[in-house]
Structures are given as C-alpha cells and as structure tokens.
C-alpha cells in the first residue's frame, strides 16, 4: 500500500502533529506552573457544547493474532489501536505526549522483532516501534536526508526497502534506500529527476518499483524488479498502453494481488476530439515480467487526479481519485474481472469514504477510512460487500481556546481565536477581565487569518473556507455592535475548467478606510493578487495598479491587474505615512524574491521588486512600520534544508535591505512597532520560539521568552497592552495547557 501517495487527510492541511510513547518509560511528574500573573481565561461560548477533536486512521495492519491501527487526536497525540479477535473489537489508546511531536505515522510492517513504522517530526522521518502494539518507542533514522520524500516502505526478505524521492538542487530525483535494522539506511537507487512511487513483493521474493522518469519531454512510466533482496534493481519493459499524447505519463502504485503484480497508472486517452487523462491497470508475473494493459478492469472515465492500491493478504482495492467538473471523489473498486465497484451504503457510509485503509485478518478484510467527520471501520468476507464494524474511538478532552491574534481595541484588547469548533471573538477591559465572546462562524471548513479593529470596536476578520484538498474560499467577516455578517467576496473568473479559489489576508483599517488582501488562484500556477477597499464596509472597491516599468526597459507592458508569479501568499499591509505599502513572497523565478505594492490613494499601486537569487522561496508573514521604516518578517526556504529567519528594511517601499536575524530560527511570524523599539517573534523548526528587541532594525537582542520552561510555549502575538506584551500559548507534558498575556522586559 502506498499510504503516502493518498493525499488530502480531512480537516486543514496543517494538522500532522502527534505525540509518542518512550517504551518502558515513565514520566516524571509535571510541576505545577510557577506563580505569575492569572492566566488570560477565555470564556466559552455560551449554549454551545465542547466539540469532539478530529481523529484519522493513518495505518492498519495485521499479522493474523493482532491488528495495529495507528492514528491521530486533535494536535496533540498519537492514538493506537489493538484488537486480537481478528477486528471485531478494538481497545484504544491516546500516546502519552512526554516527547516531541510526531505526525502521520504510515508504511505499517510487522517484523520479527515487532511492530514498525514511519512519521515525521518537524519535516524530518522518524521511525516508530513497538515490541507488542501497545508500547511505543521513536527513533530518528540514519542515512536518510530530511529532504527526502518517502513514499513507501517494505519488507524484502530480512530487509528494509524505502522508496521515494528526493530533493535536489530544486529537483525532485528519484531515490531508493536499503536497511538491515529500519534504522541505518543507504542509498541503492540514486537516478535524475522523477519519483519511484512504490513497491511491492511477491512470495518467492522478487519486488518491484514502479514510478515515474522525468528526464525527458514527457513524464514516462518505469517499472524496476530485484530479485536479490533490494540490493540491485534492472529496469522491466513496459509495452505502450494505448495512451493519447506520447503514451501514459506515470505509475501511482503496484500491489501483489495474489495472482502476480498489479499496478495502477495515469494518462491521456482519446476521449471524442479531445484527451482526458485517466486511470488504467497494467499486470505482470511473479517474476516483475510481462507486464500489459489489464483490458477486464472498468474503471471511470473521468478526469483523474491520482490513483493507487490497497494490498494486504494477496488481496487489492483499487482507489481512483476523479475529478467531474468541480468536484473531487475517491472511488473503490475490488481487484479481479470486471473489476466491481464496492458499494458501501449498506455499511453505514454516507458519501465517501475518505483516506482509505485495508489490512487482511485471517478470511476478514477490514477497511478503515473517514465518513462523516469520524473514522470508521468495515468489514467484509468477500472484499465487495462490508459492514460496519466496531472502531474505538479516542476520548481526549475537547482542546482550550487558542489565540490567532490579539488588537488593542476600545478600553481593552479583543482577542480572536477558535473556541468548541468554531471561530470566536473575545473582548477584555480595562480591568482584566474578559467577557462573554461573540461567535464570528460555527463552519468547521471555515480558518482566519488575522483582523483589524478601528478606535468604535467595529472589527474585519480575514480568512477562508477549506474544500478538503480543492483549495480555500476567501472569507471575510464584519463584527458591529454584537453583529456578525459575512462580506460577500466576488470569485474571480477561473481559468479553464479550474475552480475559482484564494483567501483573504490579515486586514487594516487607516483613517477611516478598510483594507482587504487577499489573492485569487486563476489556475495551479496563475495567481492574482487583490487589495480591496471600503468606506462603510457595504461597498468594496478592488485597487487596480499603475503601470510601472523595470529599470532599462521601456517595452513592457501595462499590467492590468496585480500578480504573484508562482506564489500563492496574500500580501501583508501597513499605512506608512502618506502611501499605504503591500508586500508578498514569490518563488522559482530566479533573481525575483519578493513584490511590494506602494499606493498613495488606496486605489492604484505600483509594483516593484526585490531580488535575490541564493533562495528558491520567499514566505513573508508580517510587516509594520513606525512612519519612517518598513519591516517585514518571514523566511527563507533553502533547497530542502531549514528555513532561515530575516527581515527586510526599506523606507519608502520601493527598495528593500535584507537583514539577517542571528542564529538558526526559522521564519519571523510576528513583528510590532511598540514606543521606541521594534519586537519580533522568530520560530524554529522544531517549533519552539525566540523573542527580538531593537531599536535600529539593523542589530536584534535576544529577550528571554516568558513563561514556565517546563511547558511547551508558542507565541501567539505581540500586542500593546500598556506596554509590550506577548500572548504565550503553553502546553504541559501532562496535557495541562494556559494562554497567558505577560509583559516585556
């Protein structure tokens, strides 16, 4: 099974966090926080009950007396579940949260020694075992570079086979690794550009590895066999397919389906006068030879996104994600003749089953997946028909408030966040204390960005609405004496047959006027910047910019609108004097890092650039100004390796200074201008934060970062709340957890 290659986990991209279990180890207890001041105390919602955390199925597997499924809870723990009566019932357990975080575990194998697995912690693979199912340990693998994408892993005779890619010099190259133990690994495959996407292994011994070459004009499909254990691979021929456009462009996935290999491709077929780019199956022997086009296998027609195989047991499900105008589906159908499609309304599925699973107990096939926002488990003697089975579900407490941004607002702060599943805004006085908060969208799909709040209390929130891996919808949202109504936001005009997306950034109010950013997806790689502007927050007016010309060119053209070059960020705001400043990151174009935008009347910008060549990617997460310099905040994506930490200096928008910010912090998230210095937040890549003080943007001082070091700290924002504060999220080993508002020294 190639867990990696399924895509879109429900629930926001960025949930891939858990914790693991030390084998054997029990954890000293937690001491309590030190004394301080109380801690920021959030309000819950009222006449609103806590709402359960999200929890996936991530792996199952069975080695006939147990069955392992592992999985996630909320951001904060690891979940596994064991049964021994073949998956009729399952116990389950949360993973005590003592180490740092790890998410995603996949490629579930069992082996002589006991139960292994992948995950990822902070960008990096990290390997879980466990003697008995239930007793974790987690180890960082040897030998395997943190820029490697591992697809898929498996067990060839006594060895560790790991597949995938890697990235090098902005490329991905296709790799293979080779391991004794799971843990030391060395490289066995070490080819240009492409991805080998999985593996799979016969009986007698012999594997495959299917993939994708991209050294030539087209993607073309390889296919590779080793009968020596993984230790040499000789490439396997692969007749043409029929394909429209050069032939078929790549292979998802191979699985062993009891009869010899199977695998899974994708490419363009003659559909009337044009092309549509679908799933086929090719089948080769025990031996990885012969392989040809399945002609029995009766799969969809429509457009496809990706495909790829369940195995377990000698056994397949093929999955084919397609795509009928705008919508995205995941489809199931049993290997063998015809293959059939599986109906799964009589198990109780609604809809889709999302993220699929399968494992093989004995003559059981148990199939696991997401269905109507819970995890689910099914099961079936003859792989077409199935059942509702009985998952145990995790029974962690419904998480605290967290904090998005905090806004001096009349007489106090106004605090928004997230709060029983849905988004809520806080009001606190002058006196400390903080009322009852007003509910802004009880929409699950529904995420913000930041706000602004004027001198009256009115208040503008920006954010989108996630599409489960179709990208977001812009939101946006005005808050006026205890009433919420949404601003529509005009979808932009799609590009083709791609679906108008995009988002809203963190908006400003200046004078009396609101500011919307935001950016519009045209298509994958055409994004449209866009900066609206009202005056009573009824009427909105989306900026057009001035025509500007690069230094030595008098040919360009009028730009009729603003652009992000192959960089989906909205911008970042700040009024600076007289002129109100954009700026946004950009990516691949060599020599282009970032795009500012300077307007003097809210209405027309112009755009201008800054350049630097020794970086792929540009993320810019905030920018502020005192009325004479401009700083902006963000992060350098290096190749692969960990994000550096800088910031930009300019005073009139138009040029810009790079300033590195000492050590080895990540990206800066947050930056204010308080009384007569500036503050920044940075973080790591490890996810612990660093504090900055400076009075000249030029040289930073490193602020102890308050709060109980015993605890796991996130800075949330940095506000004036008579003086400079930070709003300190921290988080205890125990699962304890307080959002604090301290002071700066």
Not at 194 to 201: N, R, Y
Not at 451 to 477: H, K, N, S, Y
Request: hydrophobic share 35%; with cysteine.
């Amino acid at each position: 099974m190639n867990a990696s290659s399924i895509s879109g986990l429900p629930g926001p991209a960025a949930i891939m966090v858990a914790m693991l279990l030390l084998a054997g180890c029990t954890s000293p207890p937690t001491p309590d926080p030190p004394p301080g001041p109380p801690p920021l105390e959030l309000p819950p919602l009222p006449d609103r009950e806590a709402q359960p955390l999200d929890e996936w199925v991530t792996a199952i597997e069975s080695d006939g007396d147990q069955v392992v499924a592992l999985g996630e809870v909320g951001v904060t723990a690891t979940t596994y579940r064991l049964s021994v009566d073949g998956g009729a019932t399952f116990t389950e357990a949360t993973v005590a949260p003592e180490l740092t975080r790890v998410g995603g575990p996949s490629n579930l194998l069992r082996t002589p020694d006991g139960w292994w697995a992948l995950g990822e912690r902070d960008g990096a693979p990290v390997v879980l075992t466990s003697p008995d199912g239930t007793s974790w340990s987690g180890t960082a693998p040897e030998g395997i570079d943190r820029t490697a994408d591992i697809r898929e892993v498996a067990l060839v005779g006594d060895r560790f086979v790991a597949v995938g890619s890697q990235l090098v010099d902005d490329e991905w190259h296709r790799r293979a690794w080779l391991s004794d133990d799971g843990i030391a690994w060395r490289t066995v495959i070490e080819d240009k550009r492409g991805e080998l996407s999985a593996i799979a292994v016969a009986p007698a011994g012999t594997a495959v590895l299917v993939g994708y070459d991209d050294t030539g004009e087209r993607w073309r499909e390889i296919a590779l066999a080793s009968t020596d254990g993984g230790k040499s691979w000789r490439p396997r021929k692969l007749p043409d397919t029929g394909a429209e456009q050069g032939g078929a462009q790549r292979l998802y996935d191979v699985a062993w389906d009891g009869r010899g290999f199977l695998a899974i491709g994708g490419g363009w077929f003659a559909s009337g006068r044009s092309a549509t780019y679908r799933a086929y199956l090719r089948s080769a022997d025990e031996g990885g030879e012969g392989w040809h086009r399945r002609a029995d296998a009766r799969l969809p027609e429509q457009t496809m996104d990706q495909g790829w195989l369940l195995d377990s047991g000698g056994a397949a499900i093929v999955v084919v994600t397609t795509v009928d105008r705008k919508r995205r589906s995941e489809r199931l159908f049993r290997s063998g003749a015809g293959t059939p499609e599986l109906r799964l309304d009589a198990a109780g599925v609604k809809g889709e089953l999302d993220s699929p699973r399968l494992a093989r107990a004995g003559n059981r096939w148990l199939l696991t997946g997401w269905s109507q926002d819970r995890p689910v488990l099914l099961r079936s003697r003859d792989g077409v028909s199935f059942e509702r089975g009985d998952l145990a579900h995790a029974r962690a407490a419904a998480p605290r408030p967290t904090v998005t941004a905090v806004r001096a607002g009349p007489g106090g702060l106004a605090i928004l966040g997230y709060s029983q599943g849905a988004i809520a805004l806080w009001s606190r006085g002058p006196d400390g204390r903080t009322g009852v908060p007003i509910m802004i969208s009880d929409d699950p799909d529904d995420w913000i960005a930041g706000f602004a709040m004027d001198a009256d209390g009115t208040a503008v929130i920006g954010g989108g609405a996630d599409q489960d891996g179709r990208g977001d919808l812009p939101r946006a949202w005005v808050v006026r004496g205890g009433r919420v109504e949404r601003i529509p936001i005009a979808d932009p005009e799609p590009s083709g047959d791609v679906p108008a997306t995009g988002e809203i950034g963190v908006p400003m109010v200046n004078e009396g006027t609101w500011y919307l950013p935001g950016v519009a997806d045209l298509s994958e790689d055409d994004h449209r910047t866009m900066i609206m502007s009202s005056t009573d927050l009824a009427t909105w007016r989306e900026a057009r910019p001035l025509r500007v010309r690069e230094k030595g060119r008098r040919d360009q053209p009028e730009v009729t609108d603003l652009r992000s070059p192959n960089r989906r960020s909205a911008p970042r705001l700040a009024a600076h004097g007289d002129a109100l400043i954009a700026v946004a990151g950009m990516a691949t174009d060599p020599g282009l890092a970032m795009a500012s935008w300077v307007s003097t009347d809210g209405e027309r910008y112009a755009q201008h650039s800054y350049g630097l060549r020794s970086a792929s990617s540009v993320s810019l997460y905030t920018l502020a100004s005192d009325g004479s310099t401009l700083l902006a905040g963000g992060g350098l994506d290096q190749d692969g390796e960990p994000g550096r930490a800088v910031f930009w200096t300019g005073s009139d928008g138009k040029s810009w200074k790079q300033v590195d910010l000492p050590g080895e912090s990540d990206r800066v998230e947050r930056v204010a201008r308080i009384g007569e210095r500036w503050y920044a937040a940075s973080a790591m890549a490890d996810g612990s934060y660093r504090l900055w003080s400076a009075t000249d943007p030029a040289t930073w001082q490193e602020l102890s970062v308050p709060g109980d070091p015993a605890a796991e700290r996130e800075i949330r924002d940095i506000v004036d709340a008579g003086g400079p504060h930070v709003v300190l999220e921290s988080r205890y080993p125990d699962g304890r957890a307080r959002t604090d508002l301290l002071p700066l020294g």
